[in-house]
């Protein structure tokens, strides 16, 4: 019994400083980095761009396929435009009905006007006759109410055609309200970049917001790795840095520091064990070089996982392993 029970703790022991060798081996193997570098794990992120309706309404079409690469200011969807289209057709009546209505009051003020200046020049020879006694007072008074009939007349005219006026731009207004919508109607992509959902089908009534599209910016492709408070206190915006994806562990993607954040938070829950999530930690983005992104568009995946590299010190030399980066001029 005794022997047995003693052959089992050799044997526990000679487990015990097998896999201490081994840990002290893999320790010896990895690379130590140089005291300028930090580094932190993440994944590959893209700002997502949504497209979406401004008005409620129904989808016509969809021009643009999940995977698809687009352009600014392509045509991507377009909304069913037969209701909007017959009150447009009708602004556009309603502002000619205004414009021939201010035509019309436009020519009684002209007549008006006439009518004024006629009164008065009678009312001028009036006065004449009247001081010589060749007409009665009171035919002298029937022209003065004459004047101020015209007067008035002419103003009531001129307030007509200023309402005119006012329904005309009123009338503009409404059409360019309806041709606004219309265009609203035709859904382009503001950025050049890749199709990652296509939410809605044609035929589909979206709300006002409803989306139809997310795009993926190309341009704006970048990693969040967290630090603690020793290393992030020493990471400036700019920073020169490089991420090696899990995918291609003998390229370094150049990159740099984007934004650090101005406090601290508890590690997501996905990034390291539970001791590590307990740490406050600061959220660090490493953007990677735009011009790059553009001559390497049609291979930027997001969601792969890897390790940003951030160099603290400009002085520090990167590792060789660091050094191999991608050209902007290869395909």
């Given at each position: 019994m005794g022997n047995r029970r003693s052959k089992t703790w050799w044997l526990i022991g000679a487990l015990l400083l097998t896999a201490i060798a081994a840990m002290a081996?893999?320790?010896?193997?990895?690379?130590?980095?140089?005291?300028?570098?930090?580094?932190?794990?993440?994944?590959?992120?893209?700002?997502?761009?949504?497209?979406?309706?401004?008005?409620?309404?129904?989808?016509?079409?969809?021009?643009?396929?999940?995977?698809?690469?687009?352009?600014?200011?392509?045509?991507?969807?377009?909304?069913?435009?037969t209701e909007l289209n017959a009150q447009f057709r009708k602004a556009e009546a309603d502002v000619r009905r205004a414009q021939q209505e201010e035509k019309h009051t436009a020519a009684i003020v002209a007549q008006r006007k006439s009518e004024l200046s006629f009164a008065e020049k009678h009312l001028g020879r009036s006065r004449v006759l009247c001081e010589k006694d060749d007409i009665a007072l009171e035919q002298f008074q029937q022209d003065e109410t004459a004047v101020k009939t015209a007067k008035a007349a002419l103003a009531a005219s001129e307030a007509s055609l200023a309402e005119a006026k006012a329904a005309i731009e009123a009338a503009v207004a409404t059409a360019d309200e309806i041709k606004a919508e219309m265009d609203d109607s035709v859904l382009?992509?503001?950025?050049?970049?890749?199709?990652?959902?296509?939410?809605?089908?044609?035929?589909?009534?979206?709300?006002?917001?409803?989306?139809?599209?997310?795009?993926?910016?190309?341009?704006?492709?970048?990693?969040?790795?967290?630090?603690?408070?020793?290393?992030?206190?020493?990471?400036?915006?700019?920073?020169?840095a490089r991420i090696v994806l899990d995918a291609l562990p003998d390229i370094a993607i150049p990159a740099k520091v984007s934004f650090v954040a101005p406090r601290a938070q508890f590690t997501p829950k996905a990034v390291e064990t539970q001791t590590e999530r307990e740490k406050l930690m600061f959220r660090i983005k490493v953007k990677i070089d735009p011009e790059l992104l553009k001559a390497h568009a049609d291979k930027v995946k997001t969601g792969l996982p890897g390790v940003a590299y951030i160099r603290l010190d400009p002085n520090t030399q990167w590792p060789e392993e660091l050094q191999r980066t991608p050209r902007k001029d290869q395909q």
């Open positions: 081996w893999l320790v010896c193997k990895k690379p130590q980095m140089p005291q300028g570098l930090v580094q932190g794990n993440g994944r590959i992120e893209a700002t997502e761009v949504d497209i979406a309706t401004k008005f409620a309404g129904r989808l016509a079409e969809v021009l643009a396929r999940e995977g698809e690469m687009v352009e600014a200011t392509q045509i991507v969807a377009m909304m069913d435009t382009q992509s503001h950025i050049s970049g890749r199709v990652l959902y296509r939410l809605s089908e044609p035929g589909e009534v979206l709300p006002a917001g409803g989306k139809v599209l997310t795009i993926l910016d190309l341009t704006d492709v970048y990693m969040t790795i967290f630090l603690p408070t020793k290393q992030a206190g020493k990471v400036d915006l700019g920073a020169e």
